[in-house]
């Protein structure tokens, strides 16, 4: 007889008229509301143009990792593309409340939204999504990556602020067709190339290399977004006295590496096994490592 697999835990769902200021109707800051049934009207701008920001935290046996750094890059997005700024300390509350509302399981993705809400109203649409995480055992396992271009120079926060390199928005429909282009050249995942010749990061990710005894990401300032997870593994090596530093580096760099990950806070830790044809090692004890540091167990 053939055997049918346990339905996965109900996501939850908490809605956030408070995350810019106390709701009009002077209601609770936020409240579960019913997953199963529709929420978000369809003249929200985030359905109409994509207008929004979110940040993905990763619980891992209910605990949230990172919550306070993830709500800081949140406000920082907000603050690149001009939306109110988020009460952080409700937001807090709120995915608090979630994980808790979630039936207890290993791993869990909390997803926090911000829109600019309904056109013409002005006032943001947020809430916060908790559902079980995708199985990301074969990435953590190791992964080839394809390296794409994505058009832009690291010059670019600097030349062309109004593109918003560097911002965590809802718009992410050339992130996803290039893991498209990817999967269609055998790889499971991208590394962005920047017009003038340097790696970036990933689609949902950021680059971590090795080289020798230290260990290096691409700066902020060439159009990424500032990864919690590697300045949660750059925290956890220097106190071991390991040297680690922003560098911009080339495809060549990163394919003749003592290795390289991708970096996100419910993936953790992806080694890269190839780059395009080039394969990289891949250190399976410290990548078991970095996974318990970046699950805030270490």
């Not at 809605?15 to 002077?26: E, H, I, N, R, Y």
């Not at 001009?82 to 709120?94: K, M, T």
């Amino acid at each position: 007889m053939p055997t049918t697999s346990p339905a996965a835990p109900a996501p939850v769902l908490v809605l956030v008229p408070g995350a810019t200021g106390a709701p009009a109707d002077g209601g609770a800051p936020f409240h579960l509301a019913d997953a199963t049934v529709p929420q978000l009207s369809v003249t929200d701008l985030v359905a109409t143009r994509g207008d929004g920001i979110f940040e993905t935290i990763g619980a891992f046996d209910g605990v949230p990792v990172n919550v306070g750094p993830h709500l800081a890059r949140l406000a920082r997005s907000a603050g690149l593309i001009e939306l109110p700024e988020p009460d952080q300390a409700v937001l807090a509350e709120a995915v608090d409340a979630a994980i808790a509302a979630h039936q207890p399981v290993a791993e869990l993705s909390v997803r926090v939204m911000l829109t600019r809400g309904i056109e013409g109203a002005g006032t943001p649409t947020c809430w916060i999504h908790a559902r079980v995480s995708d199985d990301w055992t074969p990435y953590r396992a190791g992964m080839r990556v394809a390296v794409l271009d994505r058009g832009l120079a690291t010059t670019v926060t600097g030349t062309s602020p109004w593109l918003l390199s560097g911002a965590k928005t809802l718009s992410y429909a050339v992130n996803m067709a290039a893991v498209r282009e990817a999967k269609r050249r055998g790889a499971a995942d991208v590394l962005f190339l920047s017009s003038d010749g340097f790696v970036l990061e990933g689609p949902t990710s950021t680059l971590l290399v090795r080289r020798g005894e230290e260990f290096l990401t691409t700066p902020v300032s060439a159009g990424v977004l500032p990864g919690t997870s590697v300045k949660s593994l750059f925290t956890w090596l220097q106190q071991d006295g390991v040297a680690v530093r922003d560098e911009l580096m080339t495809p060549a760099d990163v394919a003749g590496s003592d290795g390289a990950w991708l970096l996100s806070s419910t993936r953790l830790a992806a080694p890269i096994t190839h780059l395009d044809d080039a394969e990289l090692p891949v250190d399976h004890e410290l990548t078991a490592r970095f996974q318990t540091v970046l699950k805030g167990q270490a």
